[in-house]
Nanobody
Framework: QVQLVESGGGLVQAGASLRLSCAASDRTFNPYTMAWFRQVPGKEREFVAA????????DYLVSVKGRFTISRDNAKNAVYLQMSSLKPEDTAVYYCAASRSTRLENIVRKYDNWGQGTQVTVSS
């Protein structure tokens, strides 16, 4: 079981940037596909971005493509989400997730390790 801890959320104005970080406890972090999801109250958790074990492949939600960048540093057991040109509709709790799948999974049930979430609020 991998323990994940997110950080970097906050309150920003529209157009600003934020960088989320996720620290993983498992020394065997490398094989995991990592992802970021987000959730607003009353709605289902939504896929945002995923990255494979080597960092060579990524996938994004269409509405964040070109604005968000997912990356990882396996030496530090960390994954990041650089968010730029933030919009009020990006407001949500952002969760880091890990999966042993080799695919870039974009559905919640493919991930069995989750962090506690970090709040991102974008004001207009």
């Amino acid at each position: 079981q991998v323990q994940l801890v997110e950080s970097g959320g906050g309150l920003v104005q529209a157009g600003a940037s934020l960088r989320l970080s996720c620290a993983a406890s498992d020394r065997t972090f490398n094989p995991y596909t990592m992802a970021w999801f987000r959730q607003v109250p009353g709605k289902e958790r939504e896929f945002v971005a995923a990255i494979n074990w080597s960092g060579g492949r990524t996938d994004y939600l269409v509405s964040v493509k070109g604005r968000f960048t997912i990356s990882r540093d396996n030496a530090k057991n960390a994954v990041y989400l650089q968010m730029s040109s933030l919009k009020p509709e990006d407001t949500a709790v952002y969760y880091c997730a890990a999966s042993r799948s080799t695919r870039l999974e974009n559905i919640v049930r493919k991930y069995d390790n989750w962090g506690q979430g970090t709040q991102v609020t974008v004001s207009s």
